[in-house]
């Protein structure tokens, strides 16, 4: 059932990678642990994993050099899939997801700029509408909320569209206390936290993570999460609920405010301008 699975997602992934030019090519992995499948561009590369041990599909980018990948490989999508109890219907779903990821508006644009970027930039490519969009795989009825949000405002609405619709739907996961979906939020907020840009970061931890207090529950989330989104959660606790002195304006951007502090200060940036 896997390798069946493995090519359904492969299929929508390619069609929608074929359309920006990019070619997949045959590899073959070298760990008997997982699937890997790889298709190239000029300037990125684009790879679909399936790791056997721990039942996770993986879609990942890096960037291309003369020699081919640079192997500096960032995670932007994570699913589960367990070969025991799903079945085609999960596999549709986790390639619509993928394809939907790197046809996407965000990352055509990546893809155009990804050499001009310097390699340890701060700042990802994700905005609090593709972040968004990431979670309709775990909570379908966002992607009426979201059409509602872009057809009611002019920009998309990041902070309060995540508080009035997300946090809510993440409160009662957390409620039903289902370890597979638990799991599945953790991935899905890691990977993106990992890619995201600044402000969906800020959304991540500040808006929807501080917004779980019940010990049991953060433990539960925290038992499949990046080290990195531990790390920065555990700093963003120190602001919850805490109104934040506004600092003095610069004649900075918002952008180059944020990438020059640390993750704590960026937090603690970011609830002020909440709290505005």
């Known amino acids: 059932m896997i390798n069946k699975a493995f090519e359904i997602v492969n299929r929508k992934v390619e069609a929608?990678?074929?359309e920006q030019g990019y070619v997949r090519r045959n590899v073959t992995g070298t760990d008997p642990n997982e699937l890997v499948t790889l298709y190239t561009g000029e300037e990125t590369a684009y790879s679909?994993?399936?790791?056997?041990?721990?039942?996770?599909?993986?879609?990942?980018?890096?960037?291309?050099t003369e020699d081919g990948p640079d192997n500096e490989w960032k995670t932007i999508g994570t699913w589960m899939f367990d070969?025991?109890?799903?079945?085609?219907?999960?596999?549709?779903?986790?390639?619509?997801?993928?394809?939907?990821s790197v046809s996407g508006p965000v990352f055509v644009q990546a893809s155009k700029v990804q050499k001009k970027k310097k390699k340890n930039t701060d700042d990802g490519s994700g905005d609090p509408l593709f972040f968004s969009k990431?979670?309709?795989?775990?909570?379908?009825?966002?992607?009426?909320?979201?059409?509602?949000?872009?057809?009611?405002y002019e920009q998309f609405r990041g902070v309060a569209f995540t508080r009035e619709f997300i946090v809510p739907k993440v409160e009662r996961l957390l409620a039903r206390n289902d370890?597979?979906?638990?799991?599945?939020?953790?991935?899905?907020?890691?990977?993106?936290?990992?890619?995201?840009?600044?402000?969906?970061?800020?959304i991540i931890t500040m808006v929807i993570l501080n917004s779980v207090t019940d010990e049991a529950k953060i433990k539960s989330l925290r038992e499949n999460m990046s080290d990195e989104l531990v790390k920065a959660w555990k700093a963003?606790?120190?602001?919850?609920?805490?109104?934040?002195?506004?600092?003095?304006?610069?004649?900075?951007?918002?952008m180059q405010k944020m990438a020059e502090q640390s993750i704590e200060n960026r937090n603690a940036y970011?609830?002020?301008?909440?709290?505005?």
């Open 236 to 254: 963003a606790e120190k602001f919850r609920g805490k109104k934040v002195k506004p600092a003095k304006k610069k004649k900075q951007s918002f």
């Open 83 to 100: 070969p025991a109890t799903d079945k085609e219907r999960e596999a549709e779903s986790i390639g619509n997801d993928f394809a939907e």
């Open 134 to 152: 990431r979670l309709v795989g775990l909570f379908p009825e966002l992607k009426d909320e979201i059409k509602a949000e872009e057809d009611g």
């Open 16 to 18: 929608a990678l074929s």
């Open 270 to 276: 970011m609830n002020q301008m909440n709290n505005r």
């Open 179 to 202: 370890k597979s979906e638990i799991d599945k939020l953790s991935e899905i907020l890691s990977a993106q936290y990992g890619y995201c840009d600044l402000d969906t970061r800020s």
């Open 48 to 64: 679909v994993l399936y790791y056997y041990d721990k039942k996770h599909m993986v879609m990942r980018t890096c960037s291309m």
